[in-house]
């Protein structure tokens, strides 16, 4: 599982436990600074996250806490080494913002990712013609084409996981009949849809649409957001369109559980998801220059 998980999770985990362990030996971080003669910036680097664990120095935090047995032990240190591994993102860090890049570490080891978007359809489920549409007028020719190679790579990832997460995509109508790429191709859009019920029809892709009819509903004027499940003790992680994650926050915190309502609202007021894909389908169609007499 850890070197599935990669490094950003592997160090979420690694944190957490380490935590976990201080709070459960009712230790200050004052106090484990002194008893390892560190300084206190260097307790909590650790525990945010700012720096890696040296070998070392989870050695002597485990002698700290009193951790003997063998099988926790190499489980820390082996979390710690996955921690310390490069991840495949990083030949991205010079194009693609920090923040974000955070955000796919997450990701890469989500059990589950679910998302709401009304303005576009999902980077998870774009082809590569739509996702070069979307972002060719908002960006240049060198950053759009890493944008790019990010969301296929991310695609392809998640794929090849021994066990691909679920991913729930809420979508508004408009999302579908917005005909992204016609001054490049007439073609883009209705590919980009039959592709899109093509995942549907895969058991771990679901896709509910909010259709017109629905009038106002809990999403509008939201913002895009995703809201990250993880198997194995980590909290949940939100991420929003304006490049702000919330990385780990406790499951309990109000903005996990208003955005996971607000998923369950937005879901409510949408299609089944074999309506959904009719939908979709149908729009396809209709987009495209092919007679209606050929479609089966």
């Known amino acids: ?25 009712r230790l200050t971080q004052e106090q484990v600074a002194r008893a390892l003669e560190w300084s206190l910036s260097k307790v909590i680097r650790i525990e945010h996250g700012k720096n890696n664990v040296s070998r070392a120095d ?28 490069p991840s495949w993102w990083s030949e991205f860090r010079t194009s693609i913002s920090d923040a974000y890049l955070s955000y796919v570490g997450y ?27 979307v972002v060719a007028d908002s960006m240049e020719r060198t950053g759009a084409d890493a944008v790019v190679r990010l969301r296929m790579r991310r695609q392809r990832m998640l794929r090849e996981r021994r066990e ?9 109508e408009a999302v579908i009949h917005r005909r992204v790429g016609a001054g490049r191709s007439p073609e883009i859009m209705p590919r980009q849809l039959v592709h899109v019920s093509e995942m549907i029809e895969r058991e771990e892709v679901r896709v509910h649409v909010v259709p017109f009819e629905a009038g106002a509903h809990p999403g509008m004027g939201k913002s895009d957001f995703t809201l990250l499940e993880f ?54 169609l209709e987009m495209s220059d092919r007679p209606r007499s050929r479609s089966g």
């Open 1 to 25: 599982m850890v070197s599935e998980d990669g490094p950003v999770v592997s160090s979420a985990l690694l944190r957490s436990r380490l935590l976990q362990l201080r709070q459960e030996r």
């Open 58 to 85: 989870l050695q002597a935090l485990l002698v700290l806490y009193g951790i003997e047995d063998e099988r926790e032990r190499e489980v820390l240190l082996q979390l710690a080494r996955s921690a310390r591994t």
């Open 107 to 133: 990701e890469q080891a989500a059990a589950a990712i679910l998302q709401f978007q009304p303005h576009s359809l999902p980077s998870l489920l774009q082809t590569e013609d739509y996702a070069r549409a």
């Open 164 to 172: 691909p997460p679920v991913r729930e995509f809420v979508l508004d």
């Open 231 to 284: 198997a194995g003790g980590l909290d949940d992680v939100i991420y929003t369109d304006n490049n702000e994650t919330t990385a780990a926050v406790p499951g309990t915190d109000h903005r996990v559980v208003e955005y996971r309502e607000l998923f369950e609202l937005l879901k409510e007021c949408s299609l089944s998801r074999e309506e959904s894909y009719q939908l979709i389908a149908r729009t396809a």
